[in-house]
């Protein structure tokens, strides 16, 4: 399971209105680190399901929502509960540290 797409047309509904906390990664293509982190944000949206969405965000072809939260280098990951941004890492980070910020904020 591969995590969800979200654009600024559905940014609202997807992360916003989520009932569940929402990780966000912002990225682009041509981003390398991106690239990097990539399969791992994929990997955790299965191994969260249900607990967490994962999504992700080109940053490229979603200007508005990328503006809004001030995304100025990538990859940024954003960690939303009850529609706020609560959290957040800046950089290719390895799985480990990614998992031990999910983890923080589950089940709160």
Request: with cysteine.
């Amino acid at each position: 399971m591969a995590a969800l797409q979200v654009t600024d047309a559905t940014f609202e509904e997807e992360v916003i209105k989520s009932d569940i906390p929402v990780l966000i990664d912002c990225w682009a293509e041509w981003c390398a680190p991106c690239r990097m982190v990539g399969p791992i944000v994929d990997k955790l949206a299965e191994e969260y399901a249900g607990k967490f969405k994962i999504a992700k965000l080109d940053v490229d072809n979603n200007r508005e929502s990328s503006a809004k939260y001030s995304i100025t280098s990538i990859p940024t990951m954003l960690i939303f509960v009850n529609g706020e941004v609560v959290d957040g890492l800046v950089g290719a980070h390895p799985e480990a540290n990614i998992k031990a910020k999910l983890d923080q904020h589950l089940a709160k």
